[in-house]
């Protein structure tokens, strides 16, 4: 069977950062702390940007040895950001070279700032034809027009397509499955009539060279877009929970890899036939090679499940912590507050409510621990309650308040319908824990009334 060449890339990064003190840069050019691949510090220059990454005052374009290959940002806007939010988004033209993950690392280090998380990832995999020879304009165009002897997507069939239409010919250029509120969407289009248009990228014809796709057909390009909300990942060997970080790029195959694991579960399609009376009957057809050793899957998270009322109030109270400590003057507000965000983001991100409802108390508590380890990527072992003892001392304190915090909001989820202890006493047993003992007394007293405070009513609510 005839199989396609693939060229594999990322055509879009961006992520949240970590700035110290909220101040940007106090220099215009400064020279690398660490050492490249030819032993050289590298000089960065900051210049006034030509593009504007949303929702900061601070807007600078990072160049280097005379090319742009990222551009910052800091200083929000909005209170709804912390003060120490910054933003990195790479180049275009830097993502496509071999070394775009020292780049960026290094521009961290020179900059002095903490990547957070990943806010926005395009992977993307160029080729002129399927598996088989099919070709991406038949298979479009069979798809959106016809019923039988077509095409029907695996998951969700919503689309809108972009075409042109003549006296006699009507062109399909380009479709998106999934809508852009979505953690992910996919897009496939015609990357030889793109670059012709809109914009000509040498760099990427470079790479369809170096992949040896034929210039006489045209270039075609599977995209999957990932905002935050889509960075979810379960592992297929262990079940462990993952959220995709830019630290899973430090290696060249990772782009066709991750690719791969997305459009496994994003891109895929059944042949159809009017003899079938119902969707699994239909055959796959295979498109691209989507085999991968990653044992990594996408999971849909808690943002798109439907919750209940229990979840409601929590995420409710959460969010309340939030805005009090933001309009504080606590002494610890902003360690504090840094806690109360990565709970959140865990609530958020790392747990599959209905799984864990159906568990029993102790795999609840297992499933949890294994997803805050996945979550602060702590050493891995085979007793979880371990590794999370061990891991104090390596953690922030308040690193490991956000973890308590999570255990008992995620233990009164899995109850809340049961004879378990009211959130208010979840949440306060959760600072007795023989693993945390040795918190002195004082700041354990005092952590417990701070979170407390915002549960004391859940036990009237729910009676």
């Known amino acids: 069977m005839k199989t396609p060449r693939v060229a594999y890339a990322i055509d879009w990064l961006q992520i949240s950062c970590e700035v110290p003190a909220g101040l940007p840069p106090a220099w215009e050019e400064q020279v690398s702390p660490q050492n490249d691949s030819s032993g050289n510090h ?77 806010t926005r990832l395009d992977l993307c995999a160029d080729f002129n034809y399927f598996i088989g020879g099919l070709l991406p304009s038949s298979f479009l165009r069979n798809y959106i027009r016809k019923n039988d002897a077509s095409y029907i997507r695996i998951g969700s069939n919503k689309f809108c397509v972009y075409g042109l239409k003549d006296m006699r010919n009507t ?17 496939m289009y015609n990357k030889t009539r793109e670059l012709a248009q809109v914009k000509n990228k040498p760099y990427i014809r470079e790479l369809w060279k170096k992949t040896q796709l034929a210039t006489t057909l045209d270039v075609w390009r599977v995209e999957i877009s ?54 699994r009957d239909l055959i796959e057809v295979p498109l691209l090679d989507l085999q991968t050793d990653c044992p990594l899957r996408p999971v849909t998270m808690i943002g798109s499940s439907d ?36 709970t959140i983001e865990l609530f958020d991100k790392h747990f599959e409510i209905k799984d864990i ?60 319908h049961s ?20 918190i002195d007394q004082p700041t354990h007293s005092s952590i417990a009334k701070f979170v407390g405070s915002f549960f004391d009513d859940l036990e009237d609510d729910d009676s």
Not at 171 to 187: K, L, P
């Open 226 to 279: 990932i905002t935050s909300q889509g960075l979810g990942l379960k592992s297929a060997s262990d079940s462990l929970l993952h959220t995709l970080f830019v630290d899973d790029f430090d290696r060249p195959e990772a782009a066709r890899d991750f690719f791969k694991v997305y459009a496994a579960k994003y891109f895929r399609f059944l042949r159809t036939n009017r003899s079938a009376a119902r969707k």
């Open 307 to 342: 919750t209940g009322r229990m979840e409601h109030i929590i995420a409710n109270r959460l969010r309340d912590m939030r805005s009090y400590l933001q309009s504080s003057q606590l002494k610890d507000k902003y360690t504090m507050l840094d806690a109360v965000s990565k």
């Open 419 to 438: 004879s378990s202890p009211s959130p208010r006493t979840a949440v306060r047993n959760s600072f007795t824990l023989p693993n945390y003992t040795d």
């Open 171 to 187: 062109t399909f250029e380009s479709i998106r499955w999934g809508s852009r509120q979505n953690g992910v969407s996919v897009y």
């Open 42 to 118: 590298r000089w960065y220059y900051l210049c006034e940007s030509s593009q504007y990454i949303r929702g900061y005052d601070y807007q600078r374009e990072v160049r280097c040895n005379g090319y742009v290959v990222a551009h910052i940002a800091c200083t929000p806007r909005t209170q709804h950001l912390p003060y120490t939010a910054g933003a990195i988004k790479m180049e275009n033209s830097a993502l496509y070279v071999a070394d775009w993950y020292f780049i960026l690392t290094d521009i961290l280090a020179t900059l002095r700032w903490s990547p957070r998380r990943i």
């Open 357 to 416: 409802t159906s568990s029993t108390e102790k795999n609840v508590q297992q499933d949890l621990l294994n997803a805050i380890i996945s979550a602060f990527n702590l050493p891995k072992t085979e007793d979880a309650y371990y590794n999370l003892t061990r891991a104090r001392k390596n953690l922030s304190f308040w690193k490991q308040v956000a973890q308590e915090i999570s255990l008992a909001m995620i233990k009164e989820i899995a109850h809340a």
